[in-house]
């Protein structure tokens, strides 16, 4: 009820009450959603149901990306795998180069070849002096391995534990199928260019070839890269693949000094221990070592089992005691006194890395596993932010092509010409002037 006092009578309502006490104005007949007045329709979905639908669908085309730049490696593995190879020659190889500009004030060319020289020689060396005896010893390497889990298999069945006879003869025979095909296993891992010498030949022309250009020219071949990417983006990659270029020097020296380390601790520790097979084992060990916690394990683990079986379980004792040590020493000094932070890599991701690469590319994908993750970390950090080498600096900047190309803009503009000839001749025939190009059109 309105009251003499009121200056504005009491209006009908016109709609219903929104929150809080609110009133909402009806919208007239035919306006649309977004009129003035009118409180717009609630989306049925939920904010956290269309943000989770969001990333699902962008983490599916990201994995199936990933997945088709997978199985084009794998098609193109005889191409790929060497060309890793020789990235990794060229980051042992270039301060040998550098030395030999430097001292010897050899042309890069000359230098890369001598480099290159030299490491082929060393190789074929130690292949000529040990080669014979470690091929003749892996065979060995592998049945006293046997012999010496068989013998620790029928230790814990006639032990304290008193373990089941039948589960220890069946683990007996996996383990002894593992070790009859372990030779064709690894060669087919190793070797996982292709089963056949053609093969394994164009594999070893191909890393040979691309190292010795790597060294020569690497520079201008990474500026051809970097160019193919939009201009906005070539320096930020330019000095992320620095950085890179760092970790994986870095990775790659400290990997075979820890690698050389290993075999030489195993090694003495063998020959102290007097047992057969040093030399075998001590490459063994080398080349295990450049698989971080898989190779290290297992490499041990043999050594322990031929010291089983030749000398008993005193000596397998303190072989082992020797294996502790040594992968102690590579894990809580070399390794972070020698990486640093160049190769900042948790424990955990090196563990996963190397399990996702064995699945994916056998020993090889083990192999690389670890230094393309560092690479990554690396890289990804520095394009979000975070420098992890900043006394690199920004002054190192890539060239940038220019826009023309004196061979391409000396064939546009004969073509040109020629077209324009052509066009005269053409409107010459008819009588009526055509004209020229950049000419405005003739109006009759």
């Given at each position: 009820?309105?009251?003499?006092?009121?200056?504005?009578?009491?209006?009908?309502?016109?709609?219903?009450?929104?929150?809080?006490?609110?009133?909402?104005?009806?919208?007239?007949?035919?306006?649309?959603?977004?009129?003035?007045?009118?409180?717009?329709?609630?989306?049925?979905?939920?904010?956290a149901?269309?943000?989770?639908?969001?990333?699902?669908?962008?983490?599916?085309?990201?994995?199936?990306?990933?997945?088709?730049?997978?199985?084009?490696?794998?098609?193109?593995?005889?191409?790929?795998?060497?060309?890793?190879?020789?990235?990794?020659?060229?980051?042992?190889?270039?301060?040998?180069?550098?030395?030999?500009?430097?001292?010897?004030?050899?042309?890069?060319?000359?230098?890369?070849?001598?480099?290159?020289?030299?490491?082929?020689?060393?190789?074929?060396?130690?292949?000529?002096?040990?080669?014979?005896?470690?091929?003749k010893?892996?065979?060995?390497?592998?049945?006293?391995?046997?012999?010496?889990?068989?013998?620790?298999?029928?230790?814990?069945?006639?032990?304290?534990?008193?373990?089941?006879?039948?589960?220890?003869?069946?683990?007996?025979?996996?383990?002894?199928?593992?070790?009859?095909?372990?030779?064709?296993?690894?060669?087919?891992?190793?070797?996982?260019?292709?089963?056949?010498?053609?093969?394994?030949?164009?594999?070893?022309?191909?890393?040979?070839?691309?190292?010795?250009?790597?060294?020569?020219?690497?520079?201008?071949?990474?500026?051809?890269?970097?160019?193919l990417?939009?201009?906005?983006?070539?320096?930020?990659?330019?000095?992320?693949?620095?950085?890179?270029?760092?970790t994986?020097?870095?990775?790659?020296?400290?990997?075979?000094l820890?690698?050389?380390?290993d075999a030489?601790?195993?090694?003495?520790?063998a020959?102290?221990?007097?047992?057969?097979?040093?030399?075998?084992?001590a490459?063994?060990?080398?080349?295990?070592?450049?698989?971080?916690?898989?190779?290290?394990?297992?490499?041990?683990?043999?050594?322990?089992?031929?010291?089983?079986?030749?000398?008993?379980?005193?000596?397998?004792?303190?072989?082992?005691?020797?294996?502790?040590?040594?992968?102690?020493?590579?894990?809580?000094?070399?390794?972070p006194?020698?990486?640093?932070h160049?190769?900042?890599?948790?424990?955990?991701?090196?563990?996963?890395?190397?399990?996702?690469?064995?699945?994916?590319?056998?020993?090889?994908?083990?192999?690389?596993?670890?230094?393309?993750?560092?690479?990554?970390?690396?890289?990804?950090?520095?394009?979000?932010?975070?420098?992890?080498?900043?006394?690199?600096?920004?002054?190192?900047?890539?060239?940038?092509?220019?826009?023309?190309?004196?061979?391409?803009?000396?064939?546009?503009?004969?073509?040109?010409?020629?077209?324009?000839?052509?066009?005269?001749?053409?409107?010459?025939s008819?009588?009526?002037?055509?004209?020229?190009?950049?000419?405005?059109?003739?109006?009759t």
């Amino acid at each position: 009820m309105s009251t003499p006092h009121d200056d504005n009578p009491p209006q009908p309502a016109t709609g219903a009450a929104g929150p809080a006490g609110s009133e909402v104005t009806a919208a007239p007949l035919g306006t649309g959603a977004g009129a003035p007045g009118v409180t717009p329709r609630p989306d049925p979905v939920p904010a956290a149901v269309r943000a989770w639908a969001g990333w699902s669908w962008r983490a599916l085309v990201i994995l199936a990306a990933l997945a088709v730049g997978l199985w084009l490696l794998s098609v193109l593995k005889v191409i790929v795998v060497p060309v890793a190879v020789a990235v990794l020659l060229t980051v042992l190889l270039s301060p040998l180069v550098a030395a030999l500009r430097k001292h010897v004030r050899l042309p890069r060319a000359a230098a890369a070849s001598t480099a290159l020289v030299l490491m082929l020689a060393l190789v074929g060396g130690l292949l000529t002096l040990a080669g014979r005896s470690v091929v003749k010893g892996i065979a060995e390497l592998g049945e006293q391995a046997r012999a010496g889990v068989e013998q620790l298999m029928d230790r814990l069945a006639a032990g304290p534990l008193q373990l089941d006879t039948a589960d220890l003869d069946g683990y007996i025979e996996q383990l002894q199928d593992a070790a009859a095909s372990s030779g064709q296993q690894i060669a087919s891992g190793a070797l996982s260019v292709g089963v056949t010498v053609g093969h394994v030949a164009a594999g070893a022309l191909i890393a040979l070839f691309c190292t010795l250009f790597f060294l020569i020219d690497g520079r201008g071949i990474w500026a051809w890269v970097v160019g193919l990417l939009p201009r906005g983006s070539r320096e930020r990659v330019h000095q992320a693949g620095r950085r890179g270029w760092v970790t994986l020097g870095a990775y790659t020296r400290t990997q075979i000094l820890v690698a050389a380390v290993d075999a030489a601790g195993i090694g003495i520790g063998a020959a102290f221990l007097q047992l057969p097979l040093v030399m075998p084992l001590a490459v063994l060990v080398f080349f295990g070592s450049f698989i971080p916690f898989v190779g290290a394990i297992v490499t041990g683990s043999i050594a322990v089992l031929v010291a089983l079986v030749t000398q008993g379980w005193g000596s397998a004792l303190i072989m082992l005691a020797i294996v502790l040590v040594v992968q102690q020493l590579e894990g809580h000094v070399l390794q972070p006194f020698l990486m640093g932070h160049a190769v900042s890599l948790h424990p955990v991701a090196v563990l996963l890395a190397v399990a996702t690469g064995s699945l994916v590319a056998g020993i090889v994908g083990a192999l690389f596993a670890v230094p393309i993750a560092a690479v990554l970390n690396t890289v990804v950090l520095y394009l979000h932010g975070h420098d992890k080498f900043p006394q690199l600096g920004t002054e190192d900047h890539v060239p940038i092509r220019a826009k023309g190309h004196p061979v391409l803009d000396r064939a546009v503009a004969a073509a040109a010409e020629a077209e324009s000839e052509a066009r005269a001749v053409r409107g010459g025939s008819d009588g009526v002037r055509l004209p020229a190009p950049g000419e405005p059109p003739v109006t009759t």
